[in-house]
T-cell receptor, first 116, second 112 residues
């Protein structure tokens, strides 16, 4: 199993550009999520999905869109990048046992995004 | 509102010694889970240990153990016999439904 994969590893964008961060998992996990990591703030939840066709907002959803057409993939879209979106982005997946509370989340390697 | 608090931004420990990282959390639930994750310089997030609140016994994984004080809402991580490979940022995390809340993290430095 490849686990959770993310592409690209690093990306530089100009303000106003759009892009999609890719996330895929091969563990048949129903639950997937996106976090951003900023210095001194830990990881904050952007969006999450409890299954194909179902998504919901996390703590910091503004400026990001998601969709979940398959169990395996959960892309994160930045429609118009802003410097405030400079961060490291992590995708995670898990089984939804006990409403997601009890299961270990498996994280991808992260995508470092720089918005100029 | 901040759900998980880690009050120690940095901790330093001598190799082979013990270090304890603190974490407090806020919840109105009686049955829940708590996690510690490790993030080494590679940035990969790795599960260190998990505690189920209804279990009285503190969780242990090799050199890693927790001191879980439910009434005080405290969940500290103890690293015994510290090794150079333990150098990393450590995050305490509390899952609320499908939303995992992280503390700000504690950077652990191991001195040779």
């Amino acid at each position: 199993n490849a686990g959770v994969t993310q592409t690209p590893k690093f990306q530089v964008l100009k303000t106003g550009q759009s892009m999609t961060l890719q996330c895929a998992q091969d563990m048949n996990h129903e639950y997937m999520s996106w976090y951003r990591q900023d210095p001194g703030m830990g990881l904050r939840l952007i969006h999450y999905s409890v299954g194909a066709g179902i998504t919901d907002q996390g703590e910091v959803p503004n400026g990001y869109n998601v969709s979940r057409s398959t169990t395996e993939d959960f892309p994160l879209r930045l429609l118009s990048a802003a410097p405030s979106q400079t961060s490291v982005y992590f995708c995670a997946s898990s089984l939804p046992r006990d409403r997601g509370r009890g299961e270990t989340q498996y994280f991808g390697p992260g995508t470092r995004l720089l918005v100029l | 509102a901040q759900t998980v608090t880690q009050s120690q931004p940095e901790m330093s420990v001598q190799e082979a010694e013990t270090v304890t990282l603190s974490c407090t959390y806020d919840t109105s639930e009686s049955d829940y889970y708590l996690f510690w994750y490790k993030q080494p310089p590679s940035r990969q997030m790795i599960l260190v240990i998990r505690q189920e609140a209804y279990k009285q016994q503190n969780a242990t994984e090799n050199r890693f153990s927790v001191n879980f004080q439910k009434a005080a809402k405290s969940f500290s991580l103890k690293i015994s016999d510290s090794q150079l490979g333990d150098a990393a940022m450590y995050f305490c995390a509390y899952p609320n439904d499908y939303k995992l809340s992280f503390g700000a993290g504690t950077t652990v430095t191991v001195r040779a």
